[in-house]
């Protein structure tokens, strides 16, 4: 498993559980905490494709539509790959990191362009930061 | 309050997320014409949202009706220690069940998928407990059984590809049916 803190301009920003071993994935972040979120996003099939959805619970309720769209990724700060929404996940084949324990930063913001590395059993997230 | 006719329908969409007509009626059994018109209804409603090809998904409106209903519907057995007492339990079996469908999609053994196969007609058999308290639970003994019978016979998708009527999926469907009906919120298996 890679333990770089920069790849190709990505700054390391944290680990997590790996669902799936896919390999390295990049889109951009964006935060969904409210099913009005998913359900505006569900109407973009293209930025679906393109967006690493972010979403602090670890259940499948949110964010069980977009896995049919086969979005860039999905990062929660709940949960484990043994649950329902690792298994659909793992069905899928998308790039899931579950229980994501930042450093360095509290948050993610919307729009920031993420590489998740879904390799082994720890995830790895990157980001490209402001300065 | 929703008719029990929509409910079934809607409740279908709220639990399968996405999905087309064909579908809801191997859920529910009601004719797909029926179902279509219901669909048409509560789209011109703003409850629905049509997803072409992949069928419809309930917008905020139609995801506080099917909640609504589910409140009402259910107010007095949410304090019914027999329910109470048998979510309990199933929350162990719950537990085995998962982690023998993730040892199964990672090591894909015989001995996984048995247990995946036991938890699946002990949760049918725990189900039709319910019955009396919840007639529709009858659906999901009926779906359990189908879906078992089908990975039984050698069809891989049935264990847990969440495209078809799988074991996991019906078991998933159940588990936030039975949540909703209990009024709890979700944790995180």
């Not at chain 2, 949202?49 to 409140?71: F, N, P, R, S």
Request: hydrophobic share 40%; net charge negative; proline share 4%.
């Amino acid at each position: 498993m890679s333990d770089e803190t920069e790849i190709d301009g990505y700054k390391y920003i944290g680990q997590g559980y790996n669902v799936v071993p896919v390999g390295s994935h990049k889109g951009v972040a964006l935060n969904v905490t409210q099913p009005n979120q998913m359900i505006a996003l569900m109407g973009n099939a293209q930025k679906i494709k393109d967006t690493i959805v972010i979403t602090p619970g670890g259940t499948t309720t949110f964010v069980a539509p977009l896995l049919y769209k086969k979005p860039g990724g999905i990062i929660t700060f709940g949960g484990t790959p043994e649950s329902h929404l690792g298994i659909v996940g793992r069905n899928f084949r998308v790039p899931i990191i579950m229980t994501l324990k930042l450093e360095g930063i509290e948050s993610i913001p919307d729009g920031t362009e993420l590489m998740m590395v879904c390799e082994g059993k720890l995830g790895r997230v990157y980001a490209k930061l402001p300065a | 309050m929703l008719s029990e006719s929509d409910f079934l329908v809607l409740n279908a969409i709220f639990l399968k997320k996405v999905v087309a007509a064909p579908q809801v009626a191997e859920m529910t059994g009601i004719a797909v014409e029926d179902i279509e018109r219901c669909l048409e209804a509560a789209t011109r409603q703003g409850w629905l949202m049509d997803m072409g090809a992949d069928g419809v998904m309930a917008l905020e409106e139609g995801l506080a009706q099917v909640t609504g209903h589910y409140q009402t519907a259910y107010a007095d057995l949410r304090s019914n220690a027999v329910l109470t007492d048998w979510y309990k339990a199933f929350e162990s079996l719950n537990h085995r069940f998962v982690g023998a469908v993730t040892e199964w999609q990672e090591t894909d053994s015989e001995r996984s998928q048995q247990r995946i196969m036991q938890a699946a007609d002990r949760l049918a058999q725990d189900i039709a407990k319910l019955i009396p308290f919840i007639p529709r639970y009858a659906a999901y003994v009926r779906r359990m059984e189908r879906s078992m019978e089908r990975a039984d016979a050698g069809e891989r998708d049935y264990v847990c590809n969440p495209t078809v009527d799988s074991v996991h999926n019906v078991w998933f469907e159940f588990h936030e049916d039975i949540l909703h009906v209990l009024g709890r919120p979700r944790d995180t298996t």
